[in-house]
C-alpha cells in the first residue's frame, strides 16, 4: 500500500515535471518564431 502511494506521487511529480518542460519548449518555440518573424519584418 505504502509501496504504490509512493509510485504514484512519483508518477505526479514526473507529470508535473513533464508538464513544465512541454510549457517551456512551447515558450521558447513561440519565442523563436516570434524572433523570426520579426527578423523577417526588419
Known amino acids: 500500500m505504502l509501496?504504490?502511494?509512493?509510485e504514484s506521487r512519483k508518477a505526479t511529480l514526473l507529470g508535473r515535471f513533464f508538464q513544465c518542460i512541454q510549457r517551456?519548449?512551447?515558450y521558447f518555440?513561440?519565442?523563436v518564431f516570434e524572433s523570426k518573424i520579426k527578423k523577417e519584418e526588419c
Open 3 to 6: 509501496k504504490l502511494n509512493y
Open 24 to 26: 517551456y519548449i512551447n
Open 29 to 31: 518555440h513561440e519565442a
